[in-house]
């Protein structure tokens, strides 16, 4: 028995029509961890080691703050896109669906933390 239709199989959509898409925002994302990697941990290497008042600094200022910000933001889109793939392949039901929302508040609830924390260091003044 197939579930898919010569038709689909040609436009590239499967039973649930959103395989390939899902498939190209991972893709995408891989990219763009690749590139971003490095440059987190330049900017975070260069931290390390400072006082809390030049820490501050440091990731107030434009390419640190930018680079940790998308690093953190498109790691937990991509990890939580990746564990949605994981939970529905290995758990059925409502256990599925409370690890899914447990997945996504974890992530979004990491976004917001390291956003509200680069933002308080980059619009705080250090007392020096």
């Known amino acids: 028995m197939r579930y898919i239709t010569p038709r689909k199989a040609a436009q590239g959509l499967g039973s649930a029509r959103s395989g390939t898409h899902h498939h190209w925002q991972m893709t995408v994302s891989s990219y763009a ?3 971003l990697t490095p440059l987190f ?5 260069a931290g390390i080691g400072l006082p809390r008042e030049e820490l501050m600094a440091h990731f107030g200022r434009p390419f ?11 790691g937990m889109v991509h990890f939580i896109k990746g564990t949605r793939i994981m939970l529905d392949d ?5 256990v ?9 508040i974890f992530g979004w609830g990491v976004i917001a ?6 933002a308080k260091m980059a619009f ?3 007392a020096i």
Do not use: D, M, Q
């Open 113 to 118: 933390a390291a956003v509200f924390a680069l």
């Open 41 to 45: 941990l330049i900017a975070v290497g």
């Open 90 to 94: 290995y758990l059925y039901g409502n």
């Open 64 to 74: 640190p703050g930018v680079i940790t910000a998308l690093f953190i933001i498109v």
């Open 96 to 104: 599925n669906k409370l690890a899914i929302v447990a997945s996504n």
């Open 33 to 35: 961890l690749i590139i």
């Open 124 to 126: 705080t003044t250090p």
